[in-house]
């Protein structure tokens, strides 16, 4: 089975913020290593990291036509700050695997979603 993880950002410290810089040299690079450890994962798809929901446009179509909102959606800690996916024999593998994503642990989460095969 396919699964899609969601990286919430929470309160995960990003490289270039002020959170990032207070964290030391041996975190960053633990951080660094705990993705690179992930892409070398058997099943493990890497995905992109997003740009924060204050560059989002949210795209609607009510009575045909196309309305669109500048400017985030959801409140910043609960943001979509990236994703990747991984194929599994299962949910606890994929849960194992979830767990390695360091905002897992660093303030966000990590939703696991299974993604439906047509």
Known sequence: MKYMLFIHQGTTP???????????????GQIYADYQALNQTPGF????????PESATTVRVQDGRTLTTDG???ELKEAV???CFFEAD????AIEVAS?????????AVE???LVEY
Do not use: C, H, K
């Open 81 to 83: 700050g990236g994703y």
């Open 72 to 74: 985030p959606f959801v």
């Open 45 to 52: 798809t890497p995905g992109q990291q997003m740009s924060g």
């Open 112 to 114: 696991v979603r299974p």
């Open 100 to 108: 390695r994503i360091p905002a897992a642990r660093l303030g966000g």
């Open 90 to 93: 299962d949910l606890d593998a």
């Open 14 to 28: 990003l490289p270039g913020t002020d959170a990032w810089n207070e964290l030391s040299q041996q975190e960053q």
